[in-house]
């Protein structure tokens, strides 16, 4: 994107957030749906996709290898073509800003015959690849050029190899490329966890009716698929994402006289650090009607103005809230006291250099913060931050949106530089908060 298309956006105070609300589906489980989809054999019919950049992105690609994927009145169909079943596409695919899309999809790659050319947007070109690569040329995956960087050519094979790989790093990603790959494998395939991180592909693989097994020992986790897998299409119905209901939480928290109630949230284990750690700082957030839908566990999510204290948000915490560390800071620079969190290497490798961003954003706005190796550190002085600043969101969604939901609260208006890229995850932020009580401009 050029500086000319740049979308600049500013936030200031708003009244009371009130009302009840629901976020778009979940971008993870919705990437998953239609890769799935696309494996099994019959028709999946899927409800609540979230329609953003990324994922419509991925719509193309599986309907580009042969899965045609194509929304019928408010349900989107995949007419799956099997395991190994996909065909060579007729031009590159076009993943965008979606590192999700194009990670997954050269583990589904790598069980096929075919040669594929991947390419993303100038963002997605920048973030590293080698380490989905690795395990997967391992399977028998050929990558055609020496970099591990889109653009990139891989061929893939209909003799694929099992392999047992430990993670050098948690990651979710690399995690389900390999187990995605195994579908398509001779015998086992296993992937060792030594922390936990999202276990969306692993539900989703047993829902479709892959074999597929975790067990637990040694403090590590073994996950094992079995390979030339039978997948039969189903119905998936995407529960609201958490790290989009993450924004709206954060608002009704420092946006005083706030109560907000977010319904059918995603609430897997995996994914709910941010709401654990907001508890910890004293937040008045509350799962309300836990359910359970498509195999996922499901809540409404209420949330009410508090008063936060700084917490200490150890390493191990990190992949279950990942994408939510920009929006976590904002909230700390409310609190009172020191809030500090640890293990955030991976936010280094995302669509920005998000500790970076993230620290950057808030000393433009009268914050101290520092990032220190994968420290970020936020001393929070119980007073509504000054705001003022322009940020700098290096075309990252979840940059702008941090520091739109800063503007909401802070004493003066907060603007970013570009929110144009917030269509690629939650194309609704803006509608959505408005309808609540903010005021952007």
Known sequence: MTASLSRPLTAS??????????????????????????????????????????????????????????????????????????????????????????????????????????????????????????????????????????????????????IEYELPVPSAQVKSAILLAGLAARGETTVIEKEPTRDHTERMLRYFGAEIRSVAENGRTRITVKGHAELEGRDVVVPGDPSSAAFITAAA?????????????????????????????????????????GGEPVADIRVRTSSLTGVRVPAERAPSMIDEYPILAVVAAFARGRTEMLGLAELKVKESDRLAATAAGLTANGVNAIAEGDTLIIEGTGAVPRGGGTVATHLDHRIAMAFLTMGLASKEPVTVDDASMIATSFPEFRELMEGLGARFA
């Open 13 to 162: 105070s708003a009244a009371p957030l009130r009302g009840t609300c629901r976020v778009p589906g979940d971008k993870s489980i919705s990437h998953r749906a239609l890769i799935l989809g696309a494996l099994a054999t019959g028709r999946t019919r899927v409800t609540n996709l979230l329609e953003s950049a990324d994922v419509l992105n991925t719509a193309k690609a599986v309907t580009a290898l042969g899965a045609p994927a194509r929304k019928s009145g408010d349900v989107w169909e995949i007419l799956g073509r099997g395991v190994g079943g996909l065909s060579q596409p007729s031009e590159p695919l076009d993943f965008g800003n979606s590192g999700t899309g194009a990670r997954l999809m050269m583990g589904v790659i790598a069980g096929h015959p075919i040669t594929v050319r991947l390419v993303g947007d100038a963002s997605l070109s920048r973030r590293p690849m080698g380490r989905v690569l690795r395990p997967l040329q391992q399977m028998g995956l050929q990558v055609l050029e020496n970099k591990d960087t889109l653009p990139l050519t891989i061929r893939g094979t209909s003799d694929l190899v099992p």
């Open 253 to 293: 928290l420092i946006v005083p006289g706030s109560e907000v109630t977010i319904e059918g949230v995603l609430v897997n284990p995996t994914r709910t650090g941010f709401y654990l750690t907001l508890q910890e700082m004293g937040a008045d957030v509350e799962f309300l009607n836990t359910r359970e839908e």
